[in-house]
Nanobody, 123 residues
Framework: VQLQASGGGLVQAGGSLRLSCAAS????????MGWFRQVPGKEREFVAA????????YYKDSVKGRFTISRDNAKSTVILQMNSLNVEDTAVYYC?????????????????WGTGTQVTVSS
């Protein structure tokens, strides 16, 4: 499966952004999906994940209540709605696909990665 993330940009603290991950090549419904982020000099970190049919979701503690992950398998799209953004959310955001059954937060669990999209939050 090929993944393409989009929707990043520059936003003021307290604002919102909506990231999209478009999948092609294979049915999105085959994969659990995750969003990760990375800043220069640091490891890529888990942000959110969602099961194949969207029944279960899992979030990094610091984004709970602010970010929402969702998916539309018919449109082969995964969304990360980000509200109440703060400067610490600044990073390159990546979407990833995991063929395994269990919902994972470890980067090593994910089989396919998309290109990143830059999110910059100004104070």
């Amino acid at each position: 499966v090929q993944l393409q993330a989009s929707g990043g940009g520059l936003v003021q603290a307290g604002g919102s952004l909506r990231l999209s991950c478009a999948a092609s090549g294979r049915a999105l419904s085959m994969y659990n999906m995750g969003w990760f982020r990375q800043v220069p000099g640091k490891e890529r970190e888990f942000v959110a994940a969602i099961t194949r049919r969207g029944v279960y979701t899992y979030y990094k503690d610091s984004v709970k209540g602010r970010f929402t992950i969702s998916r539309d398998n018919a449109k082969s799209t995964v969304i990360l709605q980000m509200n109440s953004l703060n400067v610490e959310d600044t990073a390159v955001y990546y979407c990833a696909a995991d063929y395994a059954d269990a919902l994972a937060r470890d980067t090593k669990s994910y089989d396919y990665w998309g290109t990143g999209t830059q999110v910059t939050v100004s104070s």
